[in-house]
Each structure stands twice: as structure tokens, then as C-alpha cells.
């Protein structure tokens, strides 16, 4: 049975930085593209960072470029989203992904597998 489990999340001012933290059983992330997400109340899921098997490319969107880093440690099957200078908008339950899928140099659509989520708030 795969499991994904979030942790890091929290409160902190505007300014700030959270460092989340996903870990996986039944799955080893080695074999898998990963992806960072979040949704916003009222807001859909929306894509935030990933990184690709075996080459380890990365892919952020543009609202987290240069605020945002997504890392990956194979040998502890973790992937880590570390998050700088948050905005109140990056308010959200954060969840991680894997079998995200990339084409043509983009982030095309989200995978199978999902964790549960953990929350981050910004306040101002």
C-alpha cells in the first residue's frame, strides 16, 4: 500500500520560510517524478514544483520561482519544498505528488499518488 505523508507545515509571519518535508512507503521515489501542489480555500489544486526522475529537472511555476526550491533525497525517499519570503497568499494545504508528469519541458498533469496534506499560513 503507498503512502505519502507531508510534514513542516505551520504559521509564520510574511517573510518567513517553512521547509516541507514528504516521505513515501510502498514507493520509491527514485522511479518517480515528483511534484509539489497546493489548493487554497474556494481554489483548485494548483502545481507548484517538481522535479523529474533519474535527471532531476526542475519545474517551477511562476507565482514560487526564486521564493520556492524543490530538492529530492533518493537514498531517505524524501522530497523537501523549501519555501522563502512567504506572502499571505501562499496561505494553502500543501501536498506532494508522485508519478507527476512533465512534457515538452512543462508540468502537464498531476500522478497517482497523493499525501494528505499539511497546512501552511502566512499571516501579514
Known amino acids: 500500500q503507498v503512502q505519502l505523508v507531508e510534514s513542516g507545515g505551520g504559521l509564520v509571519q510574511a517573510g518567513g520560510s517553512l521547509r516541507l518535508s514528504c516521505t513515501a512507503s510502498?514507493?520509491?521515489?527514485?522511479?518517480?517524478?515528483l511534484g509539489w501542489f497546493r489548493q487554497a480555500p474556494g481554489k483548485e489544486r494548483e502545481f507548484l514544483a517538481g522535479?523529474?526522475?533519474?535527471?532531476?529537472?526542475?519545474y517551477y511555476t511562476d507565482s514560487v520561482k526564486g521564493r520556492f526550491t524543490i530538492t529530492r533525497d533518493n537514498a531517505k525517499n524524501m522530497v523537501y519544498l523549501q519555501m522563502d519570503s512567504l506572502k499571505p497568499e501562499d496561505t494553502a494545504v500543501y501536498f506532494c505528488?508522485?508519478?507527476?508528469?512533465?512534457?515538452?519541458?512543462?508540468?502537464?498533469?498531476?500522478?497517482?499518488?497523493w499525501g494528505q496534506g499539511t497546512q501552511v499560513t502566512v499571516s501579514s
Open positions: 522535479s523529474t526522475r533519474y535527471t532531476d529537472n526542475l
Open positions: 505528488n508522485a508519478g507527476t508528469i512533465y512534457a515538452d519541458g512543462k508540468y502537464y498533469a498531476s500522478g497517482r499518488y
Open positions: 510502498g514507493l520509491d521515489f527514485t522511479e518517480y517524478h
